[in-house]
C-alpha cells in the first residue's frame, strides 16, 4: 500500500515555456501532498505543501507565481513550473502521507525537468 | 544545532560486512522515525519506520531508536553493492500537521 506515482519522470523543455507535472496518491487518499526539490548530491528542499481544495503552503524564497500547484482532488496534485529558465532544471520529486494515522511519508519517483 | 544531523559520507564498506547508519536529533517532540533509500536520479523509498523508542526488523535491516539519547540508527546486514545509495533519516512528532525533517542523508558505497 501507499503509493504515490509520479509524471512524467522526465521533461525536457525550452525556455519562456511551462511544464506541468502530476502527482497521485493510487490507493489511498491524500488531503496533503507535498513537493520538493532536489539539486544534485543535495538534499531534499521542501517547496510547498498541497492542500486538497484549498490553496498551497509555499515555504520561504519559494515564488508560488512561478510554481503553481493545484489540488483540485484527494489522490491528485500537479505542479506548473510557469515560464521555465534554465535555473528552474531540477529533480521535482511529490510525497504524501498515506500510512494511515502516521505521520509518515511515501514519495513518488521523481520528476527530472531540464530546461533549455 | 540542527534539528537532524546525518553525517554525510561517503562511507565505504566491503560487501558482506554490517553497515550502521546513524542520526542525531533535538526535538524530543519526534516520535516517527524513518529510514529512506535513494538511489541515483529516483525518488526516495521508504524502507521502515518507527514509532517512539525500540527495535524494528525487517529482513537485512534493522532500525533502533533511543529516545533517552536522541539516537537512531540503520543496521544494513549482510550488505550488497545493490545496498549502495543514499540514505535519509526522517523525523516527525505525532500530529500530521508537524513537519517531517530530514538529515541531508549518507551516501553509501559497498565494494564488491
Known amino acids: 500500500g501507499a503509493v504515490v506515482s509520479q509524471h512524467p519522470s522526465w521533461v525536457i523543455c525550452k525556455s519562456g515555456t511551462s511544464v506541468k507535472i502530476e502527482c497521485r496518491s493510487l490507493d489511498f487518499q491524500a488531503t496533503t501532498m507535498f513537493w520538493y526539490r532536489q539539486f544534485p548530491k543535495q538534499s531534499l528542499m521542501l517547496m510547498a505543501t498541497?492542500?486538497?481544495?484549498?490553496?498551497?503552503?509555499?515555504e520561504q524564497g519559494v515564488e508560488k507565481d512561478k510554481f503553481l500547484i493545484n489540488h483540485a482532488s484527494l489522490t491528485l496534485s500537479t505542479l506548473t513550473v510557469t515560464s521555465a529558465h534554465p535555473e528552474d532544471s531540477s529533480f521535482y520529486i511529490c510525497s504524501a502521507s498515506g500510512h494511515s494515522g502516521a505521520n509518515v511519508l511515501t514519495f513518488g519517483a521523481g520528476s527530472r525537468l531540464t530546461v533549455l | 544545532q540542527k534539528e537532524v544531523e546525518q553525517d554525510p559520507g561517503p562511507l565505504s564498506v566491503p560487501e558482506g560486512a554490517i553497515v550502521s547508519l546513524n542520526c542525531t536529533y533535538s526535538?524530543?517532540?519526534?516520535?516517527?522515525f524513518m529510514w529512506y533509500r535513494q538511489y541515483s536520479r529516483k525518488g526516495p523509498e521508504l524502507l521502515m519506520y518507527?514509532?517512539?523508542?525500540g527495535n524494528k526488523e525487517d529482513g537485512r535491516f534493522t532500525a533502533q531508536v533511543d529516545k533517552s539519547s536522541k539516537y537512531i540508527s540503520l543496521f544494513i546486514r549482510d550488505s550488497q553493492p545493490s545496498d549502495s545509495a543514499t540514505y535519509l533519516c526522517?523525523?516527525?512528532?505525532?500530529?500530521?500537521?508537524?513537519?517531517?525533517?530530514f538529515g541531508k542523508g549518507t551516501r553509501l558505497h559497498i565494494l564488491p
Open positions: 518507527t514509532y517512539s523508542s
Open positions: 526522517a523525523m516527525s512528532a505525532w500530529n500530521r500537521d508537524d513537519k517531517i525533517i
Open positions: 526535538n524530543s517532540a519526534f516520535q516517527y
Open positions: 498541497s492542500n486538497e481544495g484549498s490553496k498551497a503552503t509555499y
